[in-house]
C-alpha cells in the first residue's frame, strides 16, 4: 500500500523567503504526482503535476521536483508572499487513477 | 469552463435521514472521482467512474453509500441512513484521461460539500 508522508507538518517564514515543500512515497511505481494548495474550508487547487517520465514542472514561482527511484518530490515557492499562506498536499498516482494523498504542510508566511 | 461544481455546499441533517452530494464535472472529462476529507483520516478516495461506469469503489465505507453517474455531466453520491461518523467534507474530483489533451491526467476539484450528521 503507497504511503505519502509530507515533513515538516507545519512551516512558518517570514515573508520573501523561499519554501521547500517535502513529499516522500513509499512505491516507485507511480505514474504521476501532483501538488495542490488547499485554502481553509475551500477545495483543492491543482498547482502542478509532474509525469513519471520527467524530473521537474514550473509554473511561475512554484517549482516541482521529482525523484522516482529515491521516492521524493519538492516543491520550491519563491519569494513567498503572505498570499501563499495554505496547506499543500501531494498526490501520487499509480497505474490506475488512485490516488494518494499526504497529509499537507500548512503553511504561514508573515508579512 | 466553471470548473467542477457541487451541491449542496453544506448539508445538516439528523442521523438516519438520507443525504444525497451532486457533482457536475468539467465538459470534456471523462473520469469523475468522489473523496472524502476528514481530519483524521485525511482525504480518501471512495470511488470513480470512467465514461460513467463505476471503475473502483473499494474506499465506499459500507453498503450506506452508493453513487451513480447516469450521464457524463452528472453525479451523484448517497448515504442512507447517514450516521453521524459520516460527517466530513466530500469532494468530487474530474480529470481528462485522453492522452494530447491540455492537463491530461491531472485531477481538478470541486469546492466541497460539507456534511453535517447530528
Known amino acids: 500500500k503507497q504511503e505519502v508522508t509530507q515533513i515538516p507538518a507545519a512551516l512558518s517564514v517570514p515573508e520573501g523567503e523561499n519554501l521547500v515543500l517535502n513529499c516522500s512515497f513509499t512505491d516507485s511505481a507511480i505514474y504521476n504526482l501532483q501538488w495542490f494548495r488547499q485554502d481553509p474550508g475551500k477545495g483543492l487547487t491543482s498547482l502542478l503535476l509532474?509525469?513519471?517520465?520527467?524530473r521537474e514542472q514550473t509554473s511561475g514561482r512554484l517549482n516541482a521536483s521529482l525523484d522516482k527511484s529515491s521516492g521524493r518530490s519538492t516543491l520550491y515557492i519563491a519569494a513567498s508572499q503572505p498570499g501563499d499562506s495554505a496547506t499543500y498536499l501531494c498526490?501520487?498516482?499509480?497505474?490506475?487513477?488512485?490516488?494518494?494523498f499526504g497529509a499537507g504542510t500548512t503553511v504561514t508566511v508573515r508579512a | 469552463d466553471a470548473g467542477v461544481i457541487q451541491s449542496p455546499r453544506h448539508e445538516v441533517t439528523e442521523m438516519g435521514q438520507e443525504v444525497t452530494l451532486r457533482c457536475k464535472p468539467i465538459?470534456?472529462?471523462?473520469?469523475l472521482f468522489w473523496y472524502r476529507q476528514t481530519m483524521m483520516r485525511g482525504l480518501e478516495l471512495l470511488i470513480y467512474?470512467?465514461?460513467?461506469?463505476?471503475?473502483?469503489d473499494s474506499g465506499m465505507p459500507e453498503d450506506r453509500f452508493s453513487a451513480k453517474m447516469p450521464n457524463a455531466s452528472f453525479s451523484t453520491l448517497k448515504i442512507q441512513p447517514s450516521e453521524p461518523r459520516d460527517s466530513a467534507v466530500y469532494f468530487c474530483?474530474?480529470?481528462?484521461?485522453?492522452?494530447?489533451?491540455?492537463?491530461?491526467?491531472?485531477?481538478?476539484f470541486g469546492p466541497g460539500t460539507r456534511l453535517t450528521v447530528l
Open positions: 509532474i509525469q513519471s517520465s520527467q
Open positions: 498526490a501520487v498516482r499509480p497505474n490506475d487513477y488512485k490516488l494518494s
Open positions: 465538459s470534456g472529462h471523462d473520469y
Open positions: 474530483a474530474s480529470s481528462a484521461g485522453l492522452a494530447g489533451l491540455s492537463h491530461y491526467n491531472e485531477q481538478f
Open positions: 467512474f470512467n465514461n460513467n461506469v463505476p471503475i473502483d
